[in-house]
């Protein structure tokens, strides 16, 4: 790493100055957060769609290897987390500046323009294929509410499946909400989203313990190695957030106390996801299904919880896609705002959903592939080069081997979850 070079890129070169991947998401204010705003925030930025995929996940993993598997990623990523707050902060200190603001910038501060475009190009896929999980949750929930039923398993919406009807239905709607410049006026539907999504996990769990309390099921405790992959796939999507964590390490008032907010938000919200996982398992069994609301049944209270969602998912779309117009935007038309570009993004996004056949097994993919790369080797690789001076020989061996076992997971867990996709629509 080059600080001379960055010293000067980060005051005169108009790398630093464009519009950044967290410009709309997090915009800077005169107002720093307080530790309590700072766990919310945090909680708000990792707890998604991946939970719902948690209890078919367990199913498969069996649920004691699924709950090891799934803290150990959380303290996995609280721990890269911190390398990029660590590897920031000693940069600012060396460059006396304050320009880096979010994982892009850190990337071409160590790695200039390589950097940089590593982290776009992860960011674009990742959040793409959050958006994609979003759009296959939403077709596959509204085919089960409204047309599935045991004496009609295969329905057909004008000769084609509800999913595809479903999928293009929502195209021209995202097409405009999408279409917005900025987020500002989507705000309050973010908050929404939020509430909805925790009430609806809540109404879950409870169903869960009132079935498991008149059910027995026998419970798997260990999957078999085969299945490991999966569902590391499956645990990494859970957590990722790992893109805000460092404008929002930027917006605390108390920096020193960031690491014991996150920790402790961390901590919180991987006994949630265990508990919902395990609880989902425990109450269905071997029937439990890739999206656990389904398995609810089509009374009232199930359809309300699973239409919520779907409204939470449907206005979280252009929320998560945001960052992606924003690399491709800078990339592409200089930062300005480009509406043919995310018209084009939101197609393709469309596309690629009609072609998964299973919400649970896109999540191991995308966690398989993409957010391993985003979550742990870029951080461990960014703070190995910052600190390779600095390090003792243990300190070089837990980043080392974090970035290659890391990148076989990645690797491995790709294949794997191919796999299950391919085989699934076989």
Known sequence: MVFEKNNKASSSSHVLQIPREDTPLLAKNQHLSSPSKTFANVFIAIVGAGVLGLPYTFKRTGWIMGAIMLFSVAFLTYHCMMLLVFSRRKIESHLKTSEISSFGDLGFAVCGPVGRFAVDAMIVLSQAGFCISYMIFIANTLAYCFNYSKSNPSPKILGLPPKTVYIWSCFPFQLGLNSIPSLTLLAPLSIFADVVELGAMGVVMVEDVMVYLKSSHVLEAFGGFSVFFYGLGVAVYAFEGVGMVLPLEAEMKDKAKFGKILGLSMALISLMYGAFGVLGYFAFGEETKDIITTNLGQGWLSSLV????????FFTFP???????????RRFCEGRYCLWIRWIVVLVVTFVALLVPNFADFLSLVGSSVCIILGFVLPALFHLIVFKDELRWHGLACDGA???????FSVYGTFSSMLEILGAKA
Do not use: D, H, R, W
């Not at 699973?306 to 998912?313: E, V």
């Not at 929320?319 to 935007?329: A, R």
């Not at 974090?402 to 076989?408: L, R």
């Open 319 to 329: 929320l998560m896609m945001n960052p992606v117009y924003e690399v491709m935007e």
């Open 306 to 313: 699973q239409i919520g969602l779907c409204i939470n998912l």
């Open 402 to 408: 974090i970035i290659v076992m890391a990148a076989v």
